[in-house]
């Protein structure tokens, strides 16, 4: 089944997409791996805390994968050629509303089910520098599903740039997507931002729904 992504499809975007504009370090595989692994048996652990309540869940998820996930480095090559034109102001709040379209979609893809189990498959090494790491995800009554996370060394500590989900790059897909509203709007990135912000009105309806 076809998925459609971010402002497409508020209700599923298995993550984040990210790449920073500036050349990575080499990347240990082993370190790619550990990240990977850590981060996502800290939202398991979360995920299935029978102490919290939902709000409490969602706050947990959303730590860790801010800490995980280069959030900054997606906007900007999510945003690309359009950052330059947005003025300072208009960039701050694409960053604002970036961070949070990626936090409450992870939050609301992992963290509706309790009882999800998460288990790495292999690694593997595409260029010196990132790395795909495979991961099965399996949730109850639903059938397990595939998600490779691409690591790169982000400042010196490995992050997450990438998200790979039925062979679509997420990073790609959200900047098409973002670039073609920007151009039905005559080049205007508040045209943007005004989508951006219907989309997390959507998804925070459907997070008191839930």
């Known amino acids: 089944m076809k998925r459609r ?10 993550v984040l997409a990210v790449l920073p504009q500036a050349s990575h370090a080499e990347i240990d595989p082993a370190r790619a791996t550990t990240l990977v692994r850590d981060a996502g048996n800290e939202l398991v652990a979360a995920i299935n805390d029978q102490r919290l309540d939902v709000a409490a ?6 730590a860790v994968l801010r800490r995980a996930i ?5 906007g900007r090559f999510i945003l690309g050629r359009y950052t330059r034109q947005a003025s300072p102001a208009e960039l701050a709040e694409y960053n604002r509303l970036f961070d949070d379209i990626i936090v409450r979609n992870l939050s609301a893809r992992f963290g ?12 593997q090494q595409r260029t010196e520098e990132d790395v795909l790491v495979n991961t099965i995800i399996e949730r ?7 998600l490779d996370w691409r690591v790169a060394e982000v400042g010196g500590q490995p992050r997450v740039v990438d998200v790979i989900a039925e062979g679509t790059s ?9 670039s073609a509203v920007i151009q039905r709007n005559g080049g205007r990135v508040a045209a943007l931002l005004d989508a951006m912000r219907n989309q997390i009105a959507q998804l925070a309806a459907r997070e008191t729904r839930g």
Do not use: H, M, N, Q
Request: no cysteine.
């Open 5 to 14: 992504f971010l402002i497409a499809s508020p209700a599923l975007v298995a």
């Open 140 to 146: 109850p009554s639903a059938a397990p599903f595939s």
């Open 112 to 123: 509706e089910y309790r009882g999800v189990r998460f288990s790495l498959g292999r690694a």
């Open 170 to 178: 997420l990073r790609l897909t959200t900047r098409s997507e973002y």
């Open 70 to 74: 280069d959030i900054e480095g997606t």
């Open 57 to 62: 869940r969602r706050e947990k998820v959303a």
